[in-house]
């Protein structure tokens, strides 16, 4: 596609819901990236994907949060049993880890707005 | 663990009114600092510095590094109302990809 795209754009979950966050990047960018963003502050690194391999986890903020990528194209980030202090906004990005981690041009996503309830 | 602190969090100005934003990072294996502009949507790219002194420039906006004193600033110059936005800096590491964010800058700029 011509840019990253994320569905839902809001999603409401009431506390103790499952949700499912989706990013499409952009077509043949190998890397990805989940990025969480709180009301009033920079995005915070959840996960990083080279292809399908999950390379960096270490910002998932705990284990009700699961990312995948099963080929190396659109990534799912999962919370489970959602809880108020997960509201934010969750942004992906991508770039192709060829000439783009050059100019250091990461491509965002418009985020999806998660408000649990 | 990377540390990026951005200054002032919050700026109004008028239109035509030059601004500086700073950002402030201690990093332990630093590789490059990216700033970026956020409106009520995805955060754009604007620059990536890596060397010291060499200033990068785009239009009405550039952005300078120095490296000894772990610092980048942002100028923006006649500025516009289009210009309003959240400014963010990040830096990057030399051993990976990901990016480490400051809270950002939220910049207003009154007609």
Known sequence: GAGVSQSPRYKVAKRGQDVALRCDPISGH?????????????????????NEAQL??????????????????????KIQRTQQEDSAVYLCATLDSRGRILTGELFFGEGSRLTVL | EDKVVQSPLSLVVHEGDTVT????????????LLWYKQEKKAPTFLFMLTSSGIEKK????????????????????????GDSAIYLCAV???????????????????P
Request: hydrophobic share 30%.
């Open chain 1, 30 to 50: 190998v890397s990805l990236f989940w990025y969480q963003q709180a009301l009033g502050q920079g995005p915070e690194f959840l996960t990083y994907f080279q």
């Open chain 1, 56 to 77: 960096d986890k270490s910002g998932l903020p705990s284990d009700r949060f699961f990312a995948e990528r099963p080929e190396g194209s659109v990534s799912t980030l």
């Open chain 2, 21 to 32: 934003l700073n950002c402030s990072y201690e990093v332990t294996n630093f590789r490059s």
């Open chain 2, 58 to 81: 785009s239009g009405r906006l550039s952005s300078i590094l120095d490296k000894k004193e772990l610092f980048s600033i942002l100028n923006i110059t006649a500025t516009q109302t």
């Open chain 2, 92 to 110: 990057r590491e030399t051993s990976g990809s990901r990016l480490t964010f400051g809270e950002g800058t939220q910049l207003t700029v009154n």
